[in-house]
């Protein structure tokens, strides 16, 4: 059973298409990213995910169960709401306790303790959330989405605008979620974060979904040619390297050359030993996550 399956997913307002015959799977267990542009659907879709609003055409399914009976699971199923929903009058504990009474959980003050502690929050019971940092927020918003203990959850961009310190922190809680078996749907503008965190992305672009898989199978969609970095005594002069191989940049030591695939590099060595040049790494330099965003 998918942790979600979604199939031709179409919305519109008025005449203006938002989702386009979008189609995607989450597997269960995995950390998923979800990428786009401002404006791409992102918003739309995850709000059509957690019952805000309808879709046009298609279908939705989460944890094996239809859209429409999102009442029977909502339990199962947690959502970050972002920082400027939270009530800053309520206390931590309040807050939490209020949260979980509209998904019909019954949660105890131990409970809400072992929350916060979860969150990096310990001892914040009885403090007004209106007096947190932003940080603080951010966990607190996840702690309220974890009320339960939730199989599913979307998380909107949980560490954005965040310290590297806070931001870390929170990396190692959704790892350590995922770990606990919690299937997490996260969207984030921190690229580096998605790729090192997440099983696999996918890109939404214009209302549709232009690539999916995990990085390394994007990595490779992408790769037309092949980019290395070399480390050799004496340093690589044109006159070392065969016509396949184009000279990009180079340091003392070090030069970065382009290739048309990996299989010139193993030729690429032989040919530098015959000319008595010690060759002391190789490095492939793959495109990151980055570069492919901007590409598509």
Known sequence: MKAIEVKGLKKSFGAKEVLREVNLTVERGEIFGFLG?????????????????????????LLGEPADRLDAIKQRIGVMPDTSNLYHDMTARAFLNYMAGLSGVRITKQEIGRLLEQVGLSGTERQKIGSFSFGM????????????????????????GLDPESAIEIQRLLLALKADGKTIFLTSHNLNEIEKMCDRVAIMAEGRIVRFGTVASLQEAMRQEIQIRIRTVPRLEPSHLPAYARLLSQTDDCTRLDLSTEEDIPELLVMLAKQDVKVYEVQIERQSLEEIFLAV
């Not at 992102?42 to 399914?61: C, D, L, N, P």
């Not at 966990?139 to 998380?155: C, D, M, R, V, Y």
Request: charged letters at 15%.
């Open 137 to 160: 927020k951010k966990k607190i918003s996840i702690a309220q989405a974890l009320t339960g203990n939730p199989e599913l959850l979307f998380l909107d961009e949980p560490t954005s």
């Open 37 to 61: 542009r401002n404006g791409a659907g992102k918003s739309t879709f995850i709000q059509i995910m957690t019952g805000i609003t309808q879709a046009t055409g298609g279908t939705v399914a």
